[in-house]
């Protein structure tokens, strides 16, 4: 039993010196997202805060040295005995898997035994063992059975009493019931406190992941797209300057405006108030396709869709057109939106064999598992607004991404408020060539 307090001992102390060094390393400015939005807690609790009470068996003691009790040796084994259980419950309290081990019941119990019997044999102040029996049982019972039992402690402890000092045993009745009560009242409530703010800890660390994962998607998409349309309009003004001052300048141009664009979205995106534009991303899509030499067109039909899917859905256009500039080869591109009363749909179609000039990475990048960083993070964000995204080869050539979204589902990543409730005028199927 000694080993085992030993280890809480130790083990107890090694909490307090983590607890400390992590304090020291918040002072210090080697601040973690926990420490930034979560307070101190202050130290763990552990059995040395129920140790004091030990000090109401001091009159026990007193009793021994002065020679006031029969069978001091006795008296001296039994009150060794007393403080070895409750070291060893005050220890194993705090943990809830040993707290609801057997072992520690049994020590419960045994304690119960000593007590009684040393308040039969001694009286006096040997009856305040009792309260600090109740002490140990509120520390380890704090279930349903707690009333039943503490109840129970209580009571032997004034009927024991009685035995010795007549109806003012019920002084020590009452002071065992309040201990236990009052001991696993507070010990409940620091340990729900605990597991709160642990759950705020990890609330605030999952908080910070999740806008980690936002923004590395936002710059993913963002700048992606952007520079893919800068080398591709770069490229063309190279083409043209030899023949065509003026076309090249019109390129440099659209280079410049799509420069300060990028600059603006960055901003916003740092800032979480991005809101994407279905309707911006077509005409984006538009002037990347065009520049690139390829023939974009765009089919739209059905109710306009809410804000929020249309901002998802600009993304989906984003991703999907800058792969087809820079890894499809194609000569053509079509676009379709088509809006039906339960869900959105688009589908963005190349005739590419992904064998063109890439910039910066493989043509096999865009695998047949439609599996690329990009991809993920939409796949990610439909999912996340109750939709799905599929990409992939066709059996004739060419390469599709299809995004589905409910009309009516959580787009809360997208951002906005919510505007269902708009009436929202359908419009004529329409297709547009976007080709110049």
């Given at each position: 039993?000694?080993?085992?307090?030993?280890?809480?001992?130790?083990?107890?102390?090694?909490?307090?010196?983590?607890?400390?060094?992590?304090?020291?390393?918040?002072?210090?400015?080697?601040?973690?997202?926990?420490?930034?939005?979560?307070?101190?807690?202050?130290?763990?609790?552990?059995?040395?805060?129920l140790l004091p009470w030990l000090l109401m068996g001091m009159g026990a003691f007193s009793n021994l040295f002065q020679g006031?009790?029969?069978?001091?040796?006795?008296?001296g084994l039994g009150l060794l005995t007393?403080?070895?259980?409750?070291?060893?419950?005050?220890?194993?309290?705090?943990?809830?898997?040993?707290?609801?081990?057997?072992s520690t019941r049994v020590a419960l119990a045994l304690m119960g035994l000593v007590t009684c019997g040393l308040a039969l044999g001694y009286g006096g102040n040997w009856l305040l063992f009792f309260p600090l029996l109740g002490l140990a049982t509120?520390?380890?019972?704090?279930?349903?059975?707690?009333?039943?039992?503490?109840?129970?402690?209580?009571?032997?402890?004034?009927?024991?009493?009685?035995?010795?000092?007549?109806?003012?045993?019920?002084?020590?009745?009452?002071?065992?019931?309040?201990?236990?009560?009052?001991?696993?009242?507070?010990?409940?409530?620091?340990?729900?406190?605990?597991e709160l703010r642990a759950a705020r800890e990890e609330l605030a660390r999952r908080a910070v992941k999740e806008e980690r994962l936002r923004f590395s998607r936002d710059l993913h998409d963002l700048l992606g797209h952007t520079l893919s349309v800068i080398v591709v309009k770069s490229e063309a003004a190279r083409r043209?300057?030899?023949?065509?001052?003026?076309?090249?300048?019109?390129?440099?141009?659209?280079?410049?405006?799509?420069?300060?664009?990028?600059?603006?979205e960055i901003r916003e995106a740092v800032t979480g108030y991005r809101e994407g534009s279905l309707a911006t991303e077509l005409d984006r899509a538009r002037s990347a396709l065009t520049a690139a030499g390829v023939e974009p067109s765009v089919s739209r039909s059905?109710?306009?869709?809410?804000?929020?899917?249309?901002?998802?859905?600009?993304?989906?256009?984003?991703?999907?057109v800058t792969n087809v500039v820079r890894h499809s080869g194609a000569t053509r591109c079509r676009i379709t939106v088509s809006g039906e009363p339960?869900?959105?749909?688009?589908?963005?179609?190349?005739?590419?064999?992904?064998?063109?000039?890439?910039?910066?990475?493989?043509?096999?990048?865009?695998?047949?598992?439609?599996?690329?960083?990009?991809?993920?993070?939409?796949?990610?964000?439909?999912?996340?607004?109750?939709?799905?995204?599929?990409?992939?080869?066709?059996?004739?050539?060419?390469?599709?991404?299809?995004?589905?979204?409910?009309?009516?589902?959580?787009?809360?990543?997208a951002g906005g408020d919510s505007e269902g409730s708009r009436d929202r005028a359908p419009y004529a199927a329409t297709t547009h060539s976007l080709a110049p």
């Amino acid at each position: 039993m000694w080993t085992a307090v030993r280890c809480r001992w130790t083990a107890a102390r090694e909490q307090r010196r983590r607890w400390k060094a992590g304090r020291e390393r918040c002072r210090d400015g080697q601040v973690s997202e926990a420490c930034e939005a979560v307070q101190d807690p202050g130290p763990p609790a552990n059995g040395f805060s129920l140790l004091p009470w030990l000090l109401m068996g001091m009159g026990a003691f007193s009793n021994l040295f002065q020679g006031d009790a029969a069978n001091p040796w006795i008296g001296g084994l039994g009150l060794l005995t007393f403080n070895s259980l409750y070291v060893y419950i005050a220890f194993r309290s705090f943990v809830k898997v040993a707290r609801e081990a057997t072992s520690t019941r049994v020590a419960l119990a045994l304690m119960g035994l000593v007590t009684c019997g040393l308040a039969l044999g001694y009286g006096g102040n040997w009856l305040l063992f009792f309260p600090l029996l109740g002490l140990a049982t509120g520390a380890v019972l704090r279930g349903p059975q707690l009333r039943t039992l503490g109840t129970a402690v209580a009571v032997l402890a004034g009927v024991v009493s009685c035995v010795h000092d007549g109806w003012g045993g019920l002084t020590i009745a009452y002071a065992t019931w309040i201990s236990t009560m009052v001991t696993a009242a507070i010990l409940s409530l620091s340990e729900a406190v605990r597991e709160l703010r642990a759950a705020r800890e990890e609330l605030a660390r999952r908080a910070v992941k999740e806008e980690r994962l936002r923004f590395s998607r936002d710059l993913h998409d963002l700048l992606g797209h952007t520079l893919s349309v800068i080398v591709v309009k770069s490229e063309a003004a190279r083409r043209l300057a030899p023949r065509d001052m003026d076309a090249a300048l019109s390129q440099v141009t659209d280079i410049e405006a799509v420069g300060r664009q990028a600059l603006s979205e960055i901003r916003e995106a740092v800032t979480g108030y991005r809101e994407g534009s279905l309707a911006t991303e077509l005409d984006r899509a538009r002037s990347a396709l065009t520049a690139a030499g390829v023939e974009p067109s765009v089919s739209r039909s059905g109710p306009q869709p809410q804000p929020q899917t249309a901002a998802l859905l600009g993304w989906v256009v984003r991703e999907a057109v800058t792969n087809v500039v820079r890894h499809s080869g194609a000569t053509r591109c079509r676009i379709t939106v088509s809006g039906e009363p339960e869900q959105v749909r688009l589908t963005v179609t190349d005739n590419g064999t992904g064998t063109g000039t890439d910039i910066g990475a493989g043509a096999g990048d865009r695998c047949a598992q439609g599996g690329g960083t990009g991809l993920t993070g939409l796949r990610e964000r439909l999912a996340t607004a109750g939709g799905s995204l599929t990409a992939g080869p066709e059996p004739h050539g060419g390469f599709t991404v299809t995004a589905q979204l409910p009309t009516a589902a959580d787009h809360s990543e997208a951002g906005g408020d919510s505007e269902g409730s708009r009436d929202r005028a359908p419009y004529a199927a329409t297709t547009h060539s976007l080709a110049p």
